[in-house]
């Protein structure tokens, strides 16, 4: 079977460097898995996530003109452990809004019935809201300098 991209294969490690880790592949084919593809986390020591040997799995993400093949072991690893932990995260109430997807105008768990025109008019309501506190919040700050006495 020839490897494609986007293919799931298992493969041995049978080297590791500062910057990543090789791994051989079926038909006597080699790839490598940068260090920011180990792991769904920040790694600073690839050797504390990899040991040669070891069999993992991988998926393909490119396979270079040259024969060169780039892997992943974190985008091989199953979907619902990314959405365990995005559900984890979203969950805390005090949690600030950190990406696009934790904005308050969207619907909450609950409420997964609430139509677009609702969102974007709980949307167009918080953004006013924020736009004329910034502008009062600038005006008493520009206000304070334009009050005093000039010289004509």
Do not use: C
């Not at 600030?96 to 768990?109: A, F, I, L």
Request: hydrophobic share 30%.
């Amino acid at each position: 079977m020839s490897l494609q991209v986007g293919m799931i294969v298992e493969g041995k490690v049978t080297g590791i460097t500062k910057f990543g880790a090789f791994v051989d592949l079926e038909n006597g084919k080699t790839g490598m898995v940068h260090i920011s593809e180990v792991a769904p986390t920040f790694v600073s020591d690839i050797k504390e996530h990899l040991k040669e040997g070891q069999t993992v799995k991988v998926k393909i993400l490119s396979i270079g003109d040259d024969g060169k093949i780039s892997l992943s072991i974190k985008k091989a690893l199953p979907p619902q452990n990314n959405d365990r932990n995005r559900q984890h995260r979203g969950s805390a109430p005090s949690q600030r809004p950190s990406s696009p997807s934790n904005y308050e105008w969207q619907p909450s768990r609950q409420s997964e019935s609430a139509s677009f025109e609702d969102m974007l008019s709980k949307f167009k309501q918080t953004s006013d809201e924020k736009i004329s506190n910034l502008k009062r919040a600038n005006e008493s700050r520009r206000g304070s300098s334009r009050r005093g006495n000039f010289p004509k």
